[in-house]
């Protein structure tokens, strides 16, 4: 079963220096259909003004997977972290037992993110932090690991039976990928157009995958992609 979720529909929240929407209930948005996929709790496309970001503030038991879109994301943490991601790149933070961090745009102008909150297969345990480049051309025409729980190809490491992957599609070129049943997938467009299945996704359009597929993703124009597959 695929469920779309187009951009449009989302949950929003907007400020001076944020402007935010939510694939999933978050904060002040509320939709009891869409509190969680799996074990993906948080799928939110922020847009963070130039100078200005999230102030220090913990986590604990939850694995955050950040995957900058434009721009840069400088992070900072009470373990002594402290790093930036580039567009395109990734970063994992694992709560763990606690953490405080902040996460602010350094830079001149507006930084684009998405960012993941996937429930750990065990609460608690070693709080930690890391980041990898992951060049788009390393991904054309197939799908890249970002982040797993096995750390496979390199990819960051998360407390869960997941992945977190991307890839990018030419216009006419077709991707696939084999979605077990008893598995929950959820792809979304990070920028450009596909066709799923037949059903046309733009960009930071989502769409919540169950119940066993294979999927075949065909570029209407060059697309950019992020897919979660979880337990």
Do not use: C
């Not at 402007?19 to 996929?37: C, I, K, M, Q």
């Not at 959820?186 to 919540?208: F, H, P, S």
């Amino acid at each position: 079963m695929i469920e779309l979720r187009p951009f449009e529909k989302l949950g929003r929240f907007r400020n001076d220096w944020l402007n935010a929407h939510y694939h999933f209930s978050f904060s002040g948005y509320h939709d009891p259909a869409r509190v969680h996929h799996g074990a993906l709790r948080v799928w939110n496309d922020d847009e963070i003004q130039p100078h200005t970001g999230f102030p220090p503030h913990g986590h604990d038991s939850m694995e955050i997977i950040t995957y900058v879109r434009q721009g840069a994301i400088t992070h900072k943490d009470s373990l002594g972290n402290h790093g930036r991601t580039e567009a395109g790149d990734v970063q994992v933070m694992s709560a763990g037992s606690g953490v405080q961090h902040s996460e602010w745009n350094a830079e001149d102008d507006v930084t684009k993110i998405f960012q993941l909150w996937i429930i750990p297969r065990n609460r608690g345990g070693k709080p930690s932090w890391g980041a990898r480049q992951f060049p788009k051309g390393d991904r054309s025409g197939q799908w890249a690991v970002f982040a797993s729980g096995t750390g496979e190809n390199d990819s960051l490491q998360i407390n869960q039976d997941a992945k977190v992957l991307g890839a990018t599609v030419k216009a006419g070129e077709t991707l696939t990928y084999e979605l077990p049943a008893g598995r929950y997938g959820y792809l979304v467009v990070a920028d450009g157009e596909v066709v799923l299945n037949g059903q046309t996704l733009k960009a930071r359009d989502g769409a919540a995958i169950s119940g066993g597929e294979t999927l075949t993703l065909e570029g209407v124009n060059s697309a950019e992609l992020v897919l979660v597959d979880t337990v």
